[in-house]
């Protein structure tokens, strides 16, 4: 980890900046290995310093490593200024996407003296290339979804409820081992599997339905985040043509994806084929993201994504095709792009499967 | 909901705003509706608007009530602007916890002819005191969380770990029609169970344990939060004192309770007792919070609340000891405050259960 706040403090020279505020819980995680849920962290040229309140006293004292541990009673932002961490024409970068407007406000207050600087996916940018024991977790996290996939698939039948399909699947994640839900399951049926952000209701499964199920485990914080669809008895022969040409997108992306492309170059491979395919208009979602401690990170994949894909970074790859009022099809598996080409870290199968 | 909105416009009256802009997520759902993960709401005079990408564009149109639905393809205030939504000479209140310092400085940057004025608790304040629609589904929260616990016991035993422990939690409250977990239960046993945050660890229950359960049940996307904390075997005698100590601190509070009160008033009730039985260092949180749409909200309970509790609102009351090393204890239920008292929503024996 000191690898990492090496890397923090080469970006904070570049900006100029003499001290930044870490204030996402991820980034504590990553920077400190805190994974609690109230923190905040300080990182000047040559000390580090990681502020939690007195209910993570023993946890913090267990867990945080490269940082003086500071426990305050209630206000996280008053060690800044008594210990005079913060000082007189400090250049302070903080994180705009992860600071809220009430606590940069009260800094504000108590600074009057020194420059804000906003900074923009500082930390996200440095995560992207993964570390072995990051890969190793990701790989773990991946062969969970795989086992979690064939402990599920048999109970998927005609008459059960979407969320009798959520459960299961959040209860053999847990049993497997996951930590946590990266996300709350997606189980979507019949015509709802068109909605790519459905959540599961009490709809049961019915002959005919496609069923989008979409769902994450995670191995020491680090997460996997897959989808497969399943039908129910035989479907309908637009969702199976639509099935095999997102299933091919999926392919095709997978062997397409190597170190050094740019995330709209991959997102085109995927979109390109769909469009060939007369799914232009369906396929109406970005390809893919990166991952790690946070389910949705960078690199991007999509249309308008200037990201690179560095070697050791890891990405969903997830083309899908949806009808509104009819149904939809997502395949999704996460990629670690290597020096020569990539790996599929989730080992489960992309034929279509009909159950009775 | 309409009669939400009147009073929110109450608010903006008395605080001198001709605009209010919503980022909670929580408060989108409570003014309109809304359930989906990516939205903004803005409150005029006489007119609202709800924005949100296109991902969410049927759902929207099946959710939001009371609103004119602006979707757009990504940029989430281009519409304040466009469709002149806010005006120069506008005096725009935010909500200062949940907008993040980006966000109000891209707002910022596209009105320059405005007043912008941070609010805290605004909408907060007025959720407190619930409907009796609110009231049904909270009633329904509790039960559920009665009722998985009347399922999770038997399973409760030497030799499964915590991790077992919180599968069979979630697995019970999904298939009992909860429709989320309103946070990730905490399952913490022997010396864990003295860390009032501890997460669910691969530790194996061993006689002597003190086990800590806390966990949450959603009807409606409203919470029910509780605790209960169980002995594996024999427990050593000074856990057993704490039990009885917290048991009667949590039977005070909510006989105490009665709309009126100071939130340090009824915290005080269980904290006397606690002190006058031995264990003032002992109890080192808050009484309770208040629980609706979000698990901790206001009221809140605490030696420094000065939240008046009136009739309607639903708190949660969960006194604890811990000692580290050793063990703790906590006990945590849901009460509605009504006109003449309180009703006990969480339906759960508080007498020390001892499991084999």
Redesign the interface.
């Known amino acids: 980890m000191q690898d990492r706040i090496d890397r923090v403090r080469k970006q904070m020279r570049a900006a100029g900046l003499t001290s930044f505020l870490v204030s996402s819980l991820t980034h504590l995680r990553y920077l400190f290995g805190f994974?609690?849920?109230n923190g905040m962290g300080l990182i000047t040229s040559d000390l580090c310093f990681f502020v939690t309140d007195?209910?993570?006293r023993?946890?913090a004292a267990e867990e945080v490593r490269n940082a003086e541990i500071v426990i305050v009673r209630r206000d996280m932002l008053a060690p800044l200024k008594d210990r005079q961490l913060v000082q007189a024409g400090d250049q302070l970068g903080?994180e705009?996407?992860?600071?809220?407007?009430?606590l940069?406000?009260q800094l504000h207050k108590l600074f009057d003296n020194i420059k804000f600087v906003?900074t923009?996916h500082l930390i996200e940018k440095i995560a992207i290339p993964k570390e072995p024991k990051e890969i190793a977790s990701l790989r773990r996290a991946g062969a969970m979804a795989g086992a979690v996939w064939d402990q599920v698939l048999p109970f998927i039948r005609r008459g059960v409820t979407e969320?009798?399909v959520?459960?299961e699947v959040?209860?053999r994640a847990?049993?497997l081992?996951s930590?946590?839900?990266a996300f709350?399951p997606i189980v979507a049926s019949g015509p709802r599997s068109a909605?790519?952000?459905g959540?599961s209701s009490q709809r049961r499964l019915q002959p005919g339905d496609f069923v989008v199920i979409d769902y994450g485990c995670v191995a020491e914080g680090y997460a996997a985040d897959v989808t497969r669809t399943v039908a129910v008895g035989e479907p309908p022969a637009k969702l199976r043509d639509a099935y095999a040409a997102v299933k091919s997108a999926c392919e095709l992306a997978c062997e397409a994806a190597r170190p050094g492309m740019k995330g709209s170059d991959l997102d085109e491979v995927a979109r390109k084929h769909l469009e060939a395919c007369g799914f232009k208009e369906e396929f109406?979602?970005s390809l893919g993201h990166g991952l790690g401690l946070d389910v949705h990170s960078l690199p991007r994949l999509g249309p308008e994504s200037k990201d690179i894909i560095p070697a050791n970074a890891v990405v969903t790859i997830e083309p899908g095709v949806y009808f509104?009022g009819l149904g939809g099809v997502r395949i999704e598996d996460d990629l670690l792009v290597t020096e020569t080409g990539n790996e599929v870290l989730t080992p489960m199968s992309r034929e279509l499967i009909v159950v009775e």
């Open positions: 994974t609690g849920s007195w209910r993570y023993d946890q903080f705009a996407q992860h600071l809220s407007f009430r940069f406000s906003a923009e969320m009798d959520a459960a959040l209860y847990r049993k081992g930590e946590i839900e709350d909605l790519p952000h959540r109406n979602h509104p």
